[in-house]
């Protein structure tokens, strides 16, 4: 379990990532630390992609349904607008924003922030996703959640999509994607699985 550092004894602020695959617990997690943050008297805000609109179009919602009121935001940029008292800043699905996020939370830090930003590191192929490659190189703290693969109950690390389409950014739920372990993502035609292109 991720416990905050001292917040007084660091210079400036600093940034902490939360990844994994998709049903991992990333948002659960985030929420749970900017619900502490509260908890601690700290202000905060949240900020998620407006793209994604799964759940609810203002709320940072977790598949096990724990909700906090977010700002959806069109560009990373929009972050940098945090009022000046902010204490602690939220960013869920950091893997839809552009690359100029990165930029957008070093600033931050440097001006005494903490930034806690979750989203998923790898795409359906197992690729580096967005922006998260270079967030996690720039942050102080990283936490990889993982899931249960469905079909031989290890560790979940990849995102395998279940529907046809070859686009980068398909939004869907476990109507489209499920948690799969490293073998079970590669196995292919073995378990009636497509391989990933």
Not at 180 to 191: A, H, P, V
Request: net charge neutral; aromatic share 8%.
């Amino acid at each position: 379990m991720f416990i905050e550092p001292a917040y007084k004894s660091q210079r400036s602020g600093w940034i902490e990532v939360i990844c994994g695959s998709m049903f991992s617990g990333k948002t659960e997690e985030l929420i749970r630390r900017l619900k502490r943050a509260r908890i601690a008297n700290q202000k905060v805000e949240i900020f998620k992609p407006s793209k994604d609109t799964r759940y609810d179009e203002r709320k940072l919602v977790s598949h096990d349904e724990n909700a906090l009121l977010s700002k959806p935001v069109v560009h990373s940029k929009e972050v940098l607008l945090v009022h000046s008292d902010t204490e602690v800043i939220g960013i869920d699905e950091a893997q839809f924003f552009d690359s100029q996020l990165v930029d957008a939370c070093q600033e931050l830090a440097i001006q005494g922030k903490r930034i806690i930003v979750a989203g998923l590191d790898m795409d359906f192929r197992g690729m580096p996703f967005g922006p998260m490659p270079s967030l996690m190189a720039v942050a102080e703290y990283i936490t990889k959640v993982h899931a249960i693969c469905p079909h031989c109950g290890n560790l979940a690390t990849h995102s395998y999509r279940l529907s046809d389409e070859a686009e980068t950014i398909v939004l869907g739920e476990k109507d489209k994607y499920e948690p799969r372990c490293r073998l079970c993502f590669s196995m292919g035609t073995i378990l009636s699985f497509k391989k990933p292109v």
